[in-house]
Structures are given as structure tokens and as C-alpha cells.
């Protein structure tokens, strides 16, 4: 569920066709008062949340669907969850061993490591980090897409650069391969355990909602399995579409019934309602 733009078109809400219109009033008397169709409201949302956690959020919230009222992914990346299958970088030092022939000891300094919720299930990361000599560095740039781990490495003052691709294990470890440049080499490589850990990450059904011209308001409840506390906690969220461009757009939520807490839409295409 990924929205490539800010704005939307909803092919469900197109207008009725003329011969569709003609057909719908010649069926009724024409002494009966017709009223003009009345299309469903969308409001659909992806959007990077900052405000004491990294948090990403993704919904469909539909009006006029009967009982189908849409369905709402939410990622906290500060919060874990074991299980969750969604993993996101730890603070720390990290061992990372290249090996070709023999082994080669790097350290990934998870500390110091920018990160950036592309969606519910992906983040982006760079850093730094220095070789086993203690003098040679390099810097990190790289994704993590559920259990999927690749990145860049460009060794600082050198041509020499790798690719790495890999699977991030429940022990929080990576294993994969990787392939070098100047000059081309195929390698294996491992990050340690706990360089990644599970996070918070769960999908429920919106149980209501009400769209008017530039805002929404929905609410859901948190499914089962989810950590203590949570799980069967029902949240609020309120949105509003501001126009183009995410930075106009507005964002809140909380406990249903407690006051809605706003936060900082800092990625994202935003909101938009239709």
C-alpha cells in the first residue's frame, strides 16, 4: 500500500456516466424528486511521524463503503515487538566480517547511524564505520525492508567499494554476500547479532469514520498478539489535507475518549482526501 503521489484518483468515486444518469431517472416517476449521486469519501494516508519516536503510518479510511471502513499499518521503530518480521538498526557497535579467503573485521557504528521510515515495513540508514586497523574508515549507506538487508560501503580516501546483500536473522544478526569493485571480488558476510531488532508493526480494520471536505477523522482498535498494553487499546486518529505537499498536511492521534496528540509529519506524501 504505497502512494508514489501526493494527490490520488480514486476510480471507485468517478462520476456516473450520462447514459447511467439517463437510465436511473427514466426508472423513477417522474413526480418523485431525484437526488443527485452521492459519492463515497476517501481519505487515504502515508506519512513519516517524528515526536519522541520514529513512527510511520499508512491507511484507507472510506465513507459511504457499507461496513467496509478501510484498514490502517502502523510501525513504531523506537518500540519493540518480537516476531513483528520488521527490523530496524540498534545503537551500539556492531561486528561486521567480510570473508574471502580469510576473514577481514570491521566495526558499524550503530550509534551514530541516521535513519528515515521510508514505509510501515522499510527504512533507510547511513553511518560510519572503521576497519579492524583502527585507522581505515568508511561510510554506510544502505535499506532494510522487513527481513531484507542491502547497502553500499565506500572505504574513505579509496576507489574501493562493496555491495551488500542480505537476510536479517531473529537473532537480530545479518548473513549475506557481497560484491567489490577495484578491484572485483565476490565475498560472504555477517553482521553480529543484535545489530537489528524486531519493532513494533501491526495492521487493523478502521471500525468508523467521518471525512468532510479537508479532514478525517477514524478509529481502530489495536489487534491481539500485540505487546502488553497495547493490544485492545482503541485509537483516534485525526488527519487534514492541507493541499499539495505533506508539509501542509496535519496529523494526531491517541486513546479514543483522551485528548489527541499532534505529530510532525516529517516524511511522506502526506494526506489527501477525496
Given at each position: 500500500?504505497?502512494?508514489?503521489?501526493?494527490?490520488?484518483?480514486?476510480?471507485?468515486?468517478?462520476?456516473?456516466?450520462?447514459?447511467?444518469?439517463?437510465?436511473?431517472?427514466?426508472?423513477?416517476?417522474?413526480?418523485?424528486?431525484?437526488?443527485?449521486?452521492?459519492?463515497?469519501?476517501?481519505?487515504?494516508?502515508?506519512?513519516?511521524?517524528?515526536?519522541?519516536?520514529?513512527?510511520?503510518?499508512?491507511?484507507?479510511?472510506?465513507?459511504?463503503?457499507?461496513?467496509?471502513?478501510?484498514?490502517?499499518?502502523?510501525?513504531?521503530?523506537?518500540?519493540?515487538?518480537?516476531?513483528?518480521?520488521?527490523?530496524?538498526?540498534?545503537?551500539?557497535?556492531?561486528?561486521?566480517?567480510?570473508?574471502?579467503?580469510?576473514?577481514?573485521?570491521?566495526?558499524?557504528?550503530?550509534?551514530?547511524?541516521?535513519?528515515?521510515?521510508?514505509?510501515?515495513?522499510?527504512?533507510?540508514?547511513?553511518?560510519?564505520?572503521?576497519?579492524?586497523?583502527?585507522?581505515?574508515?568508511?561510510?554506510?549507506?544502505?535499506?532494510?525492508?522487513?527481513?531484507?538487508?542491502?547497502?553500499?560501503?565506500?572505504?574513505?580516501?579509496?576507489?574501493?567499494?562493496?555491495?551488500?546483500?542480505?537476510?536479517?536473522?531473529?537473532?537480530?544478526?545479518?548473513?549475506?554476500?557481497?560484491?567489490?569493485?577495484?578491484?572485483?571480488?565476490?565475498?560472504?558476510?555477517?553482521?553480529?547479532?543484535?545489530?537489528?531488532?524486531?519493532?513494533?508493526?501491526?495492521?487493523?480494520?478502521?471500525?468508523?469514520?467521518?471525512?468532510?471536505?479537508?479532514?478525517?477523522?477514524?478509529?481502530?482498535?489495536?489487534?491481539?498478539?500485540?505487546?502488553?498494553?497495547?493490544?485492545?487499546?482503541?485509537?483516534?486518529?485525526?488527519?487534514?489535507?492541507g493541499g499539495w505537499g505533506a508539509r501542509h498536511d496535519r496529523y494526531a492521534h491517541g486513546v479514543t475518549g483522551t485528548p489527541?496528540?499532534?505529530?510532525?509529519?516529517?516524511?511522506?506524501?502526506?494526506?489527501?482526501?477525496?
Open positions: 500500500m504505497a502512494f508514489s503521489r501526493k494527490h490520488l484518483i480514486y476510480a471507485a468515486a468517478a462520476p456516473l456516466t450520462l447514459g447511467a444518469l439517463l437510465a436511473t431517472t427514466a426508472a423513477v416517476p417522474a413526480s418523485a424528486h431525484v437526488r443527485p449521486p452521492v459519492h463515497p469519501r476517501v481519505a487515504v494516508g502515508s506519512m513519516e511521524l517524528a515526536g519522541g519516536a520514529l513512527q510511520y503510518e499508512q491507511f484507507v479510511a472510506l465513507q459511504g463503503f457499507g461496513r467496509n471502513h478501510g484498514s490502517v499499518e502502523y510501525t513504531n521503530w523506537n518500540y519493540s515487538e518480537l516476531g513483528s518480521g520488521v527490523y530496524a538498526p540498534q545503537a551500539g557497535t556492531h561486528n561486521l566480517e567480510f570473508v574471502l579467503g580469510g576473514k577481514y573485521e570491521h566495526t558499524l557504528n550503530g550509534d551514530g547511524l541516521q535513519l528515515r521510515a521510508l514505509s510501515p515495513e522499510r527504512m533507510a540508514f547511513k553511518g560510519t564505520g572503521v576497519y579492524s586497523d583502527g585507522t581505515t574508515t568508511w561510510k554506510i549507506k544502505g535499506e532494510v525492508n522487513k527481513d531484507k538487508f542491502r547497502a553500499a560501503i565506500a572505504y574513505d580516501n579509496s576507489t574501493y567499494k562493496l555491495e551488500l546483500r542480505g537476510t536479517v536473522l531473529p537473532d537480530g544478526s545479518v548473513t549475506g554476500t557481497a560484491k567489490a569493485v577495484n578491484p572485483a571480488q565476490d565475498l560472504t558476510f555477517t553482521l553480529a547479532p543484535g545489530t537489528f531488532a524486531p519493532v513494533l508493526n501491526y495492521h487493523a480494520r478502521i471500525q468508523s469514520d467521518r471525512i468532510q471536505r479537508h479532514d478525517a477523522t477514524f478509529s481502530f482498535t489495536i489487534p491481539r498478539g500485540e505487546p502488553a498494553g497495547l493490544a485492545g487499546l482503541k485509537i483516534t486518529v485525526k488527519v487534514h489535507d489527541l496528540s499532534p505529530y510532525p509529519i516529517i516524511g511522506g506524501p502526506g494526506v489527501t482526501i477525496r
